[in-house]
């Protein structure tokens, strides 16, 4: 299978009642909703998506010691998790060869002749990108070589996005049509040590029928975390939303009914995803 395709995904989850969005109106929680037509849908947003999914790869890459995930922290790779030798060895190659090409010992090199620098590695057009043009010191390009080397060589970062580079998955939103309640709750105040008083509060809810997200996955994006978090997905199911403690917003992944599309020039080629879950490569 090429791994230069762009590949497209229908998943489709069913689940029970579910709340996105955080809206707070006296003591009420409600649904977020789209207008579409007039009309207000309730949607869970890409954001939420993309949350949802970036906890589960993470866990899994770091389980799985893939990369330079075991560095992986809070969206970053703090320079005291580092450590990683073939990550390490790759920093220290490209700033020899800047050293080699732009030929001085100052402690300052200067953006604009970084842009001259022609290596052959990927990481280096990274960093190139984001040196800015005036003086910098060569421990500032130290860092963002490292920064660079570890987010680029964590399979997180590549299929998410980080801070020096863009992501290679996108996630649509979801609109979900079913039926639209509201949940009354009851808290128990211990303020004054016995459960003294009761206040409701109620949480607007959406019984969804099929919830349908549509995902690209771009071919700089690493295939093997995303399939590792779809097996997840359909072993687990994902929680979506708000009051998961209350048992809202659990979706499973209905994988005879999702599909993958591997784009070949205009046309898409559809598979079902149990086969791309599955395959060997
Ligand atoms: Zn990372």
Known sequence: MSEKVIRLFKLSFKGDSLRVGGEREGSTLYQLKYKVKAREVPVIPNSSWKGVFKRISEEISKG?????????????????????????????????????????????VNGTQLKGVDIDDEV???????????????????????????????????????????????????????NVSFQPHVVLDRTFGAQKEKHLFEEEVVEPSIISLKVVLRPEGDVQLWKYTLRYVEK??????????????????DVEESKVGEVDGVDVKWDGLTKFLWSKS
Do not use: Q
């Open 236 to 253: 687990m199911g994902i929680a979506v939303g708000g009051s998961k403690s209350r048992g809202l917003g659990h979706l499973t992944l």
């Open 124 to 178: 280096w057009t990274i960093v190139r990108s984001n040196v800015p043009a005036a003086e910098i010191t060569w421990g500032d390009l130290e860092e963002l070589t490292a920064r660079a080397v570890y987010y680029y060589m964590c399979p997180v970062e590549r299929l998410y996005g980080s801070k020096l580079f863009a992501s290679s998955i996108s996630f649509s939103d979801s609109l979900v049509e079913g």
């Open 64 to 108: 799985k010691g893939m990369g330079t995930a075991l560095s992986h922290d809070n969206d970053d790779h703090p320079k005291e998790l580092r450590g990683n030798k073939e990550a390490d060895e790759r920093v220290t190659r490209i700033l020899e060869r800047v050293r080699e090409t732009i030929d001085n010992e100052r402690n300052e």
